[in-house]
């Protein structure tokens, strides 16, 4: 089994930044592509990064491409997300996710473990 646990979440004003962070434990030694999903009130939980196993290469949803950037320290099991020129749609809750897998993919499918989620508030 794996766990991951969220942190880094918060409330901030408009333009602000934060850094989350997903930290893995357990049998972590088969997990590979990482990926950051949301889920905003009243809306279905959505795709916003990760990372492919094969290459390193990251990926990103374009509502986050260019303000958001997914990376991991290998030594410490851990995968962030810095989030920048935050606005009030970025509101929601972030989950991390982890598949036992060599590739990724964008569907929540694919990930065999999540995170608890951590609440990002943005006010305007």
């Known amino acids: 089994q794996v766990q991951l646990v969220e942190s880094g979440g918060g409330l901030v004003q408009a333009g602000g930044s934060l850094r989350l962070s997903c930290a893995a434990s357990?049998?972590?030694?088969?997990?590979?592509?990482m990926a950051w999903y949301r889920q905003a009130p009243g809306n279905k939980r959505e795709w916003v990064s990760c990372?492919?196993?094969?290459?390193?290469?990251?990926y990103y949803a374009d509502s986050v491409k260019g303000r958001f950037t997914i990376s991991s320290d290998n030594a410490k099991n851990t995968v962030f997300l810095q989030i920048n020129s935050l606005t009030p749609e970025d509101t929601a809750v972030y989950y991390c996710?982890?598949?036992?897998?060599?590739?990724?993919?964008?569907?929540?499918?694919?990930?065999?473990?999540w995170g608890q989620g951590t609440q990002v508030t943005v006010s305007s």
């Open positions: 357990g049998s972590i030694f088969s997990i590979r592509p």
């Open positions: 990372t492919s196993p094969s290459d390193g290469s990251t």
């Open positions: 996710a982890a598949a036992n897998s060599d590739s990724y993919s964008l569907s929540q499918k694919w990930y065999d473990y």
